[in-house]
């Protein structure tokens, strides 16, 4: 179960990435990606150490808790953004695929 605990908060950083896209091209965000996808990770943080009981104990241990949470959601996010996201994405946007795309049609 406690495993279960520091998997699941990385797991939702993988997913992240796609989600922080998508908000940064709505709000029209270009220079403040980085502490953007920090506060987000915060955030995520914080919700994951209250769902899964955490935040009950002493202040430290509830702080800890957040803090440990939010490294591995933010891991997991850039992780997930360089390994996965940013090849996938410069594979679909670079010019040869967009040459392909034309002569297909």
């Known amino acids: 179960m406690e495993t279960l605990r520091e998997i699941i908060p990385f797991?939702?950083?993988?997913?992240l990435p796609p989600v922080m896209m998508l908000l940064s091209r709505v709000l029209r965000l270009?220079?403040?990606s980085i502490p953007f996808s920090f506060v987000l990770?915060?955030?995520v943080g914080c919700c994951v150490?209250?769902?899964a009981g955490e935040l009950a104990g002493d202040l430290p241990e509830a702080l800890m808790?957040?803090?440990?949470d939010t490294a591995l959601v933010y891991t997991g996010s850039q992780a997930a953004?360089?390994?996965?996201?940013k090849p996938l994405l410069?594979?679909?946007l670079s010019p040869q695929s967009a040459k392909t795309k034309s002569q297909l049609s």
Do not use: D, E
Request: avoid cysteine.
């Open 90 to 92: 410069a594979h679909l």
């Open 81 to 85: 953004y360089y390994f996965l996201w």
């Open 30 to 32: 270009k220079r403040v």
């Open 65 to 68: 808790a957040i803090i440990i």
């Open 41 to 43: 990770s915060i955030l």
């Open 11 to 15: 797991f939702i950083g993988l997913v």
């Open 49 to 51: 150490s209250f769902f």
